[in-house]
């Protein structure tokens, strides 16, 4: 397979193509510990990545990050997100799941 030397382009990317992203620290416990969780671009937005932890698609949340490089921006949103969680849980009158309970209660 030909190899390429060329560099990654630092052209940012078109207008409109920038988004805010969420990425989550995930505690794994024991000897295997916390990881930023890999996932797919397109699956970093908000609505997701709150879809994604009422699922329990995520073992034991500690922080959230957002940023977007566009705007130049970061920032830890954990407590704006837990909040959130806490919320809809209450407006579907169902319990905040396990996997995030002691994240929305340390937030």
């Known amino acids: 397979m030909p190899r390429s030397d060329r560099s990654p382009s630092i052209v940012p990317p078109p207008p409109g193509s920038d988004q805010d992203v969420y990425l989550v620290l995930d505690d794994f416990g024991g000897r295997s510990g916390s990881a930023w969780r890999e ?3 397109d699956k970093t937005d908000l609505e997701t990545i709150i879809g994604d932890l009422l699922e329990g698609q995520y073992c034991n949340p500690v922080r959230i990050v957002a940023f977007n490089t566009a705007a130049g921006w970061s920032r830890d949103v954990s407590e704006a ?10 407006l579907q009158s ?3 799941p396990e996997a ?3 994240f ?4």
Not at 81 to 90: H, S
Not at 104 to 107: A, G, I, S, T
């Open 94 to 96: 169902r319990q905040v």
């Open 104 to 107: 929305v209660e340390r937030h």
């Open 81 to 90: 997100i837990a909040q959130e969680l806490r919320r809809r849980c209450d």
């Open 100 to 102: 995030i309970r002691d």
């Open 39 to 41: 996932t797919n671009f």
